[in-house]
T-cell receptor, first 114, second 115 residues
């Protein structure tokens, strides 16, 4: 079946630094990828939708300058949290949309900003 | 905009018993998909079952089945013969008529399975 590899699975960074999260579709081409944020025991909140070769579409309230999304190829999308602060600490999940409503999720990244 | 509501923040069930998780949604579209996802403590999202709105027959996957009531905009999940491994957070999700479109998730229901 379709697999999306997400790395790193967890990361700790210092306040003010940037951190990059990668999502790779291993055995299919992901034309569209979604990035979510999830707080403990809460639902997934969509941050942005990215399409290969074009600018990401951000949901209302999401700072596009803080959460940079790049989808340069059909198999790789990245989320960079710039100038991270403790309030950015969260669980981030990517999802790739495939044919016939096949959505494949990455395993998530736990970000802790200290 | 579409909304998905899960009114049960937590549910519990005895092992081998049956439990039903509720989900309602609101949409003006006629063509759409509905999903139930399971998120265990590992936090990996796992697809449990999928229902196409144009299909009248309720989807079934082994011990998991849905009761899809299109007119009432209701999409409940029934888990039969519950197992300890079913313990997780369950999310109901809506996907609009456009393929590759975003999913809208409900608030989630935490399911506890008692031995």
């Amino acid at each position: 079946g379709a697999v999306v590899s997400q790395h790193p699975s967890w990361v700790i960074c210092k306040s003010g630094t940037s951190v990059k999260i990668e999502c790779r579709s291993l055995d299919f081409q992901a034309t569209t990828m979604f990035w979510y944020r999830q707080f403990p025991k809460q639902s997934l909140m969509l941050m942005a939708t990215s399409n290969e070769g074009s600018k990401a579409t951000y949901e209302q309230g999401v700072e596009k300058d803080k959460f940079l999304i790049n989808h340069a190829s059909l198999t790789l999308s990245t989320l960079t949290v710039t100038s991270a602060h403790p309030e950015d600490s969260s669980f981030y999940i990517c999802s790739a949309a495939g044919e016939n409503y096949g959505y494949t999720f990455g395993s998530g990244t736990r970000l802790t900003v200290v | 905009a579409q909304t998905v509501t899960q009114s049960q923040p937590e549910m519990s069930v005895q092992e081998a018993e049956t439990v039903t998780l509720s989900c309602t949604y609101d949409t003006s579209e006629s063509d759409y998909y509905l999903f139930w996802y399971k998120q265990p403590p590992s936090r990996q999202m796992i697809l449990v079952i999928r229902q196409e709105a144009y299909k009248q027959q309720n989807a079934t996957e082994n011990r998991f089945s849905v009761n899809f009531q299109k007119a009432a905009k209701s999409f409940s999940l029934k888990i039969s013969d519950s197992q300890l491994g079913d313990a997780a957070m369950y999310f109901c999700a809506y996907g609009g008529g456009t393929s590759y479109g975003k999913l809208t998730f409900g608030q989630g229901t935490i399911l506890t399975v008692h031995p």
